[in-house]
């Protein structure tokens, strides 16, 4: 059986966990007075409400090479591993799951750097158990979620940058910083996997169309995936517009998880599609 290791930043729901059986998950850990915990026992809540209150940056944590190790090895070694992981823009993760790989002797080991987070990392998933079930060859499988990881597309806008800055993850998006009392910016992972800016606009109406103009350009596209951080009403709103765009695709609603609200804070909304470009 081929199997699929995830990192806890794709936030795959527990119904498709217990359906699954191959599909297990590594967690992130966060830091909260001091202690490290696994990223399923912080809520989105409690570390929001720790940032506003001590104005700091949450220190985040990527899977050691022993937890991943440990994982592989509850694993029958003759069995084939994919490793699916938050994109390496913001995170060591991929590299240390590449450094497991390599130090765990097993031979049929792959690792993707998924090139996006949340549901998009969900949609590589979702490739993957498709083809598993259809019986395709370990090989195979891996070179095409690779591709499909190039293929996705990530998109948000957030309420304020903070959250980036304090996290010294804002990337070329520095630049929004002086002026974020103005402006809605408009966040995306470019062509080279770096947080970049996509738009400079004024509101969140012209911020949900800068992120569907992006969607139409990169169009037609497999999986559309609509995400948000205590932004239920706004990710609802821009889940009924984009699918009335986009009638024949399934658009989903899910929400970050406390890993991503501490990158990101809250108010966030975004769209994370695969294309078929």
Known sequence: ??????????????????????V???????????????????????????????????QTSQPSTGDFIRIFN???????????CLTSG?????????????????????????????????????????MIEQGLPFEEISTKLLEAADHMRTTFTVDTL????RGGRIGKAAGLIGSILKIKPVIYLNGKNEVDVLA??????????????YLH????????GIVHIENEEGGRALQS????????IEVTLSTGTAVLASYLGPGLTGIIFESAK
């Open 1 to 22: 059986m081929i199997h699929l290791v995830v990192d806890s930043t794709a936030a795959i729901p527990k119904d498709f966990l217990d359906t699954h059986k191959n």
């Open 24 to 58: 297990r998950i590594i967690p992130l850990f966060i830091s909260m007075n001091g202690e490290y915990v696994p990223e399923y026992e912080a809520t989105i809540e409690q570390v929001i409400d720790y940032s506003e209150r001590t104005q700091k940056a949450i």
């Open 74 to 84: 509850e694993i029958p070694p003759e069995d084939p591993i994919i490793v699916i």
């Open 90 to 130: 913001v995170s060591g993760t991929y590299n240390g799951a590449v450094l497991a790989a390599r130090q765990s002797g097993r031979k049929n080991i792959s690792v993707i750097n998924s090139r996006t987070t949340a549901i998009g990392m969900m949609q590589i998933v979702e490739d993957g158990i498709e």
């Open 162 to 165: 903070d959250y980036l800055r």
């Open 200 to 213: 400079k606009v004024r509101t969140g109406k012209k911020a949900a169309a800068a992120m569907i103009d």
């Open 217 to 224: 350009e990169n169009s037609p596209c497999k999986r559309i």
């Open 241 to 248: 517009r984009v699918q009335a765009e986009y009638p024949d």
